[in-house]
């Protein structure tokens, strides 16, 4: 059976750093498409960074510059360096797989097979 468990959010001010973590139970981690999203209260899920078996990575936009994706294959763990956060990155924040390439799925939420519960992250001015 197929786990996603993140771990590492929490209460910070503007401009400070979180690093979110997210293991991998039930398979092959390293052959999969991993993937941060993150929900807003009344918004919709958006993608903020995804990440192939070969270590090619994608940023959103709106997190350029300031977060990073990463993994550990050998821990089959996933990451996600947040530094200079903002109080609009507030937001539950999820680990998402997909056995087919980045390049498929990219941002699109309802094409990842499986999901974390979240984890929550709050930024305060």
């Known amino acids: 059976q197929v786990q996603l468990v993140e771990s590492g959010g929490g209460s910070v001010q503007a401009g400070g750093s979180l690093r979110l973590s997210c293991v991998v139970f039930?398979?092959?981690?390293?052959?999969?498409?991993m993937a941060w999203f993150r929900q807003a209260p009344g918004k919709e899920r958006e993608g903020v960074a995804t990440i192939d078996s070969d270590g090619a990575s994608s940023m959103a936009d709106s997190v350029k510059g300031r977060f990073t994706i990463s993994q550990d294959n050998a821990k089959n763990t996933l990451y996600l360096q947040m530094n200079s956060l903002k109080p609009e990155d507030t937001a539950m924040y999820y680990c998402?797989?997909?056995?087919?390439?980045?390049?498929?799925?990219?941002?699109?939420?309802?094409?990842?097979?499986?999901w974390g519960h979240g984890t929550q992250v709050t930024v305060s001015s």
């Open positions: 998402a797989a997909d056995p087919r390439p980045c390049l498929w799925v990219a941002y699109g939420a309802e094409k990842y097979n499986y």
């Open positions: 039930g398979y092959a981690y390293s052959a999969y498409c």
